[in-house]
């Protein structure tokens, strides 16, 4: 059975957890362990050096040995715990507590090395019984002649103690990490229910659906932005599928008219009663025809290309003067014919960076929408301008000009303001300024409808400021 990725995340999410919670406890174990060990021993030392003190003090050498304040050596120290003493001469051992677990041989080992240099030192041993002691010896100057005093006791009860601190430990994080893993367990659930959300709803869309959203409530983290972003892009998806269906049937449309017409020209000059003069006309209409598809078809192939990112434009220097003169050049003629008045403004120099084939293509779609949409005896201007290090082609006509309302579907594909701005003789595919403003995408500009002073539509392709070099590359 293939189990869902979002529950093989979540176990891979709790086995992370409770690896992270273990490697806690664990170094939190080993210091807390430390810690009561070197307490332990530390009280355990503490309490031997103050016994050993204590009987320093008090120690007095008689004939018949070495006595404390007159009496027995005390065998408890001021924690509670009984220790064993004894005194070491230089002859050997002199007395020692009743019921001395080491041997004389091993306390005068260990006390030879005190009686030689002076200097106390701790020892851990074992006695013959195996038991672990700590063994404290000083060196005795209050009395003459020097001897070494021996105060050890058994630690088999810090270690039985500390063992008690082991065990505890150990239940206790065993305690933490299960109870660390169950949390972590919901929590990862808890937070993976929203991308199975997302997976189950991935899943069941179509192009029918994508109007469905991710309705949960999440926090404002990441995975609030996840669930933003994976709407953002339903609704991006959306706006994309409709205006696609819209695309096909606009352009199904656009088709169905000229071979429609081409169509009902071919069956007239099927009936065979057409005259020579009827053919050449039916022919002409065909060629009309079938230059608006050719028309058509190229500006498709062309945003087409664009869309796919392999229109890749070809960069280089263009004078701004010389260029926009051979633009208003090639159709002067048509404006005259047109009834228009084509007016030029532009710099005497200038340098524009930019491909001067989708450029011109730009500039003589909106020069053809100007001239189709002036009235007779009217204006259109084509200008050039420079505005700090950007680059603006302005094309203006004294149309009628695009109402407010549909000033925002003009760049759409087959979009057109028909009832402002109709077709006219000069013919029009609706796709004029979706290719401009493609175009000029393409090449880093933008192309917008201005608000301008001249009655009409005003456009502007506007080229923006080249990149500053690096200074890395200007170094040296």
């Avoid at 352009?251 to 009663?273: N, V």
Wanted: no cysteine; proline share 4%.
């Amino acid at each position: 059975m293939k189990i869902p990725k979002f529950r093989t995340t979540r176990a891979r999410l709790t086995l992370l957890a409770v690896g992270v919670l273990a490697i806690a406890a664990l170094l939190a174990d080993a210091g807390l362990y430390s810690v009561a060990v070197i307490s332990n021993a530390s009280a355990s030392d503490a309490a031997l050096k103050r016994q050993a003190d204590l009987i320093s003090s008090g120690l007095r050498l008689t004939g018949q040995g070495a006595t404390y304040l007159g009496g027995d050596l005390p065998i408890q120290a001021d924690d509670g715990l009984a220790t064993d003493v004894a005194v070491i001469g230089d002859s050997g051992l002199i007395t020692s507590t009743v019921g001395m677990p080491l041997r004389s041989a091993t306390l005068e080992a260990l006390a030879a090395p005190v009686l030689r240099t002076g200097r106390a030192i701790w020892v851990d041993i074992a006695d013959a019984n195996h038991i672990q002691r700590r063994v404290y010896l000083t060196l005795v100057r209050t009395v003459d002649p020097h001897v070494a005093l021996v105060v050890e006791r058994s630690v088999e009860s810090q270690n039985a103690s500390l063992g008690w601190t082991r065990l505890l430990l150990a239940t206790l994080s065993i305690l933490f990490v299960s109870m660390g893993g169950l949390v972590a367990y919901w929590q990862a659930g808890r937070v993976l229910r929203p991308v199975r959300d997302i997976a189950a709803l991935a899943q069941s869309l179509s192009e029918r659906n994508l109007h469905r959203r991710v309705d949960i409530s999440v926090p404002e983290d990441e995975l609030g932005e996840l669930v933003k972003t994976f709407n953002a892009m339903l609704g991006r998806l959306e706006v994309s599928f409709e205006t696609m269906s819209r695309f096909i049937a606009d352009a199904s449309h656009e088709f169905r008219g000229p071979l429609t017409q081409m169509r009902s020209e071919i069956e007239l000059a099927k009936d065979g009663s057409s005259t020579n003069e009827e053919l050449r006309g039916t022919l002409a209409v065909l060629e009309a025809e079938i230059g608006h598809l050719s028309d058509m078809v190229d500006k498709l192939l062309l945003m087409a290309r664009a869309d796919a990112g392999v229109l890749r434009p070809a960069r280089r220097e263009l004078d701004v003067a010389d260029f926009i003169h051979e633009v208003a050049a090639r159709w002067t003629a048509v404006a005259q014919r047109a009834d228009v008045n084509l007016e030029v403004e532009a710099p005497d120099s200038g340098i524009l960076i930019a491909d001067a084939t989708l450029t011109r293509r730009v500039l003589d779609n909106l020069v053809e929408n100007a001239i189709r949409h002036s009235p007779g005896r009217g204006n259109v201007w084509l200008l050039a301008k420079h505005q700090g290090d950007s680059w603006i082609f302005e094309v203006a006509d004294q149309g009628t000009g695009i109402p407010p309302a549909q000033r925002t579907a003009i760049f759409d594909r087959f979009g057109r303001a028909d009832n402002a701005r109709t077709r006219t003789g000069l013919g029009g595919t609706g796709l004029g300024l979706a290719v401009s403003l493609t175009l000029a995408r393409v090449q880093g500009a933008d192309l917008v409808l201005i608000e301008g002073s001249r009655r009409g539509a005003v456009f502007q392709l506007r080229f923006p400021a080249p990149p500053a070099p690096n200074g890395d590359h200007l170094a040296g």
